[in-house]
């Protein structure tokens, strides 16, 4: 469990608390999502949506905290040119 | 797309790779319990690249493998009565019952709906006054709010010809009980992250500690799950048995205290029979008394006839991580995604269809056979 | 599925045998002329002479023939981009291009659901026939049935078709060598989202389109150019898994895809994230897989290029020796990863 995709909310549509929804951004498409579980997110916000609903607010703070601990590991300078990841092999 | 490309990022998870073989003393057995990061796990070949460093079985993660066959008996059921309409989430289609699965009996004549949301089983019900609409609510704490919604707003609209076949599961007791397993050789769980969206991870505290094993919140994409294992292993490696989050961008200790509430308000936990893993202590969820005219067993009553597992199946086995897919007789042979002995086989969530599909079907063993 | 779903407003109850078929339609005696004459051939315009008689009596063409036959019964009838009469005669026409035919001749069989509103026959034979006039092809026969309500999803078509055969001829899967390179037409998975997304009502904006175009044009660029294509296919159920599979079967090699190399149109990569639908196994209809000789990939990928429909094209693959797996993808940690077959049509999940 579970497939939860991030969008963007892009709109507030209902803002009612138990009817809530908004339009949320998938890679250029928009579907309507229900809201009821994030009522507090802003437009501009990334949510995860599962099921129809989104279920959280991604935080952009922590997302690049993340990366930014991975950049310490060492990343592409490392890596061996020859094996592009484009590459057909 | 954003929050997920960087998170497939093939670089970044080669240098995790290299992290973690650099950081084991020792090849230690982790557990990963949701189905999605099961199949993540394979997809991307990670199980494999790690293979000496970390052994990763796998758990009951798959909500739609754990469904009783006596919801499933009954959603049929209840789909082949006239005037009623099931809708149902994709995943549970093919799933096989006792005599069938839900795709069978549409084809049939059934009237069974396909939906992504509790919500369009609302909309379906709106459109159609006529018919009872049963919605089969399967999942689980990610799902259950999304259920709790529906019901909720069922009540507002006054809609007479809704209900739910209930089957929504809790993760933290069958992560419990199989570590009281004799037999259990899990050192450290990798916690299911979208769950833990809702739940939070406080109530992990109490099962590091009791237990002694590290609970990383993990999430779904590749460098996601290494960045996982990555913690969980430091942490055994320095003997500390704490729960860690490493999906802090979706999951918060305290988690989504407005789903919760929305939960609360409908649900009651209870003890309930997991498919293949037996009955759980406060393993699922329930709609509370006041809201049980919503509960489709009281409206229609329960399934009239007998449960039949299939013997053959060992997913019970594969579910508590104790048999690989590939080691069961039956995988590839008797049993394959298109004729399927049970729920592991089938779902998308499954361990089994994780193997059947990542790691090649055993036709390809002929292609092997076959001479230059 | 009702009418409802097919993509155009319902038209009202108490309306007569003009508005909508009938069984009468299907007898064969003054309803079926007159549907014939009155309906069918008008939305057909310019409708080919040998239509109104028993069998249409042709030249002798001159060289083989390549005769192909195929089924359509698209649910809902209408999707963006596309119908179920421009689906019949691309679909049809496509299998006749990947020979190595140009199509010449087409046959349109017709089974109709009671009740069905002439409106919506009319729009889609109008649209079989603006996709005929685009590849060329001519429909000299056809027939039509009716059967009674409930059945037939409203409307499907059944064609033949007879192309003539152009050397050179792809050799095919069976000839597939280690080296070959693998191509795609165009972004994948667009079909199969559309159809989806329409006939589920998903509310998915802006609506998903279909790839649904001939083939031909593409097939004639690689012609012109004398790029040494191997085997070529249209990917349509199963999607580019179902044709990688059947050449791996065939040639009993390894066909190897890399993944961040295949195309995908953001429209249709956001649906399947959402839906949980690998794009590898949807269906396209505008689409092919190509296999050309070793070094050949980039020329082949300009020369599709040229064409507005195909300018994503790439290269997106090799054939191999035999290893773990008929069809494995490259997923960018550096290992190849089988990739399964389809398993009946993709089923969105939540999972």
Not at chain 2, 253 to 265: P, S, T
Not at chain 2, 267 to 283: A, F, H, K, S, V
Not at chain 3, 41 to 56: K, R, S
Not at chain 3, 184 to 187: A, E, I, M, N
């Given at each position: 469990m579970c497939l939860a995709i991030p969008g963007k909310l892009t709109q507030w549509i209902n803002r009612?608390?138990?009817?809530?929804?908004?339009?949320?951004?998938?890679?250029?498409?928009?579907?309507?999502?229900?809201?009821?579980?994030?009522?507090?997110?802003?437009?501009g916000d990334y949510v995860l949506v599962h099921a129809g609903v989104a279920i959280t607010r991604v935080d952009p703070a922590e997302a690049q905290r993340l990366l930014d601990d991975l950049q310490s590991l060492g990343t592409a300078d490392e890596w061996p040119p020859e094996e592009d990841p484009h590459e057909i092999r | 797309m954003k929050y997920v490309d960087e998170f497939r990022d093939p670089r970044r998870a080669q240098s995790l790779v290299r992290e973690i073989h650099g950081r084991v003393s020792?090849?230690?057995?982790?557990?990963?319990?949701?189905?999605?990061?099961?199949?993540?796990?394979?997809?991307?070949?990670?199980?494999?690249?790690?293979?000496?460093a970390v052994e990763l079985i796998h758990g009951p993660g798959c909500p739609v493998c754990v469904t009783s066959l006596a919801a499933i008996d009954l959603a049929i059921e209840l789909a082949c009565r006239a005037g009623t309409i099931v809708a149902s989430f994709g995943d549970m289609l093919r799933v096989p019952g006792s005599r069938g699965s839900l795709a069978d009996a549409r084809s049939a004549g059934a009237a069974v709906r396909m939906v992504y949301s509790p919500l369009d089983a609302i909309e379906i019900a709106r459109r159609n006054p006529t018919e009872q609409v049963v919605f089969f609510a399967v999942g689980f704490e990610t799902t259950a709010p999304a259920t709790a919604v529906a019901v909720q707003q069922a009540k507002e609209l006054d809609l007479q010809n809704f209900s739910l076949l209930v089957s929504h599961v809790r993760v933290l007791p069958a992560m419990e009980s199989l570590l009281q397993q004799p037999d259990a050789r899990i050192d450290g769980f990798l916690a299911a992250g979208h769950v833990c969206t809702i739940t939070g991870y406080e109530p992990y505290d109490k099962l590091a500690d009791q237990y002694r094993v590290p609970v990383v919140v993990t999430g779904f994409e590749p460098v996601d799950l290494l960045a996982g294992i990555l913690e969980c292993v430091s942490l055994l490696e320095s003997r500390s048995f704490e729960?860690?989050?490493?999906?802090?961008?979706?999951?918060?200790?305290?988690?989504?205290?407005?789903?919760?509430?929305?939960?609360?308000?409908?649900?009651?936990?209870?003890?309930?029979?997991?498919?293949?893993?037996?009955?759980?202590?406060?393993?699922?969820?329930?709609?509370?008394?006041?809201?049980?005219?919503?509960?489709?067993t009281f409206r229609f009553g329960g399934c009239s006839l007998p449960?039949?597992?299939?013997?053959?199946?060992?997913?019970?086995?594969v579910l508590s991580g104790r048999l690989k897919p590939h080691e069961c007789p039956s995988f590839g042979g008797a049993c394959t995604p298109d004729r399927p002995l049970g729920a592991p086989m089938v779902s998308s969530e499954g361990a089994c269809a994780a193997y059947y599909r990542y790691r090649g079907a055993p036709i390809d063993a002929t292609l092997n056979a076959v001479s230059d | 599925?009702?009418?409802?779903?097919?993509?155009?407003?319902?038209?009202?109850?108490?309306?007569?045998?003009?508005?909508?078929?009938?069984?009468?339609?299907?007898?064969?005696?003054?309803?079926?002329?007159?549907?014939?004459?009155?309906?069918?051939?008008?939305?057909?315009?310019?409708?080919?002479?040998?239509?109104?008689?028993?069998?249409?009596?042709?030249?002798?063409?001159?060289?083989?023939?390549?005769f192909t036959t195929d089924s359509f019964v698209v649910s809902p009838i209408f999707f963006p981009a596309g119908d179920i009469g421009s689906l019949s005669v691309f679909g049809t026409t496509n299998d006749l291009a990947v020979a190595g035919a140009v199509p010449l001749w087409m046959s349109l069989a017709l089974v109709l659901e009671e009740g069905l509103p002439m409106s919506i026959l009319s729009r889609v034979l109008a649209s079989v026939g603006r996709a005929a006039r685009e590849v060329g092809v001519r429909v000299v026969t056809g027939d039509t049935k009716v059967v009674p309500k409930g059945m037939a999803d409203g409307l499907y078509i059944n064609t033949a078709a007879v192309g003539l055969i152009r050397p050179p001829v792809p050799a095919g899967p069976t000839a597939l060598a280690v080296g070959d390179e693998l191509i795609?037409?165009?972004?994948i998975a667009r079909h199969?989202?559309?159809?989806?997304?329409?006939?589920?009502?998903?509310?998915?904006?802006?609506?998903?389109?279909?790839?649904?175009?001939?083939?031909?044009?593409?097939?004639?660029?690689?012609?012109?150019?004398?790029?040494?294509?191997?085997?070529?296919?249209?990917?349509?159920?199963?999607?580019?898994?179902?044709?990688?599979?059947?050449?791996?079967?065939?040639?009993?090699?390894?066909?190897?895809?890399?993944?961040?190399?295949?195309?995908?149109?953001?429209?249709?990569?956001?649906?399947?994230?959402?839906?949980?639908?690998?794009?590898?196994?949807?269906?396209?209809?505008g689409t092919m897989v190509i296999a050309?000789?070793?070094?050949?990939?980039?020329?082949?990928?300009?020369?599709l290029q040229e064409l507005p429909q195909h300018r994503q094209a790439a290269l997106c693959g090799v054939v191999q020796v035999r290893q773990l797996a008929s069809v494995v993808v490259q997923r960018g940690l550096g290992r190849a990863i089988p990739l399964d077959e389809p398993q009946g049509a993709p089923l969105p999940r939540i999972c």
């Open positions: 009612d608390p138990l009817f809530a929804t908004a339009e949320v951004e998938f890679a250029s498409i928009r579907r309507v999502c229900h809201m009821a579980c994030v009522p507090e997110a802003l437009v | 020792r090849r230690w057995t982790l557990m990963e319990v949701c189905g999605g990061q099961t199949h993540g796990l394979l997809r991307y070949g990670i199980a494999e690249e790690l293979a000496d729960v860690k989050n490493c999906y802090s961008r979706s999951v918060c200790r305290d988690g989504n205290q407005a789903a919760r509430k929305l939960m609360d308000e409908v649900y009651e936990i209870i003890d309930c029979d997991w498919r293949g893993l037996g009955m759980l202590l406060q393993g699922g969820l329930r709609l509370r008394p006041e809201w049980r005219h919503f509960d489709a449960v039949i597992e299939t013997p053959e199946c060992q997913g019970g086995l | 599925m009702t009418f409802a779903t097919a993509g155009i407003a319902c038209p009202t109850m108490h309306s007569s045998s003009q508005d909508r078929i009938t069984l009468a339609h299907g007898e064969g005696g003054r309803q079926s002329r007159r549907l014939i004459a009155e309906v069918i051939l008008p939305a057909l315009n310019p409708a080919d002479q040998h239509l109104t008689e028993d069998a249409a009596c042709l030249p002798q063409p001159t060289g083989p023939i390549a795609l037409s165009g972004p199969g989202v559309a159809v989806l997304a329409a006939r589920e009502q998903l509310g998915i904006l802006p609506e998903p389109t279909s790839d649904c175009g001939s083939l031909l044009p593409g097939v004639e660029a690689l012609r012109r150019r004398s790029i040494p294509v191997r085997a070529i296919r249209d990917a349509t159920r199963g999607g580019v898994s179902a044709v990688l599979h059947e050449w791996a079967r065939d040639c009993r090699l390894s066909l190897s895809i890399n993944e961040l190399s295949i195309p995908v149109a953001d429209e249709t990569r956001g649906v399947c994230e959402l839906l949980g639908l690998d794009p590898l196994h949807v269906a396209n209809e050309v000789a070793p070094g050949a990939g980039e020329a082949a990928v300009a020369a």
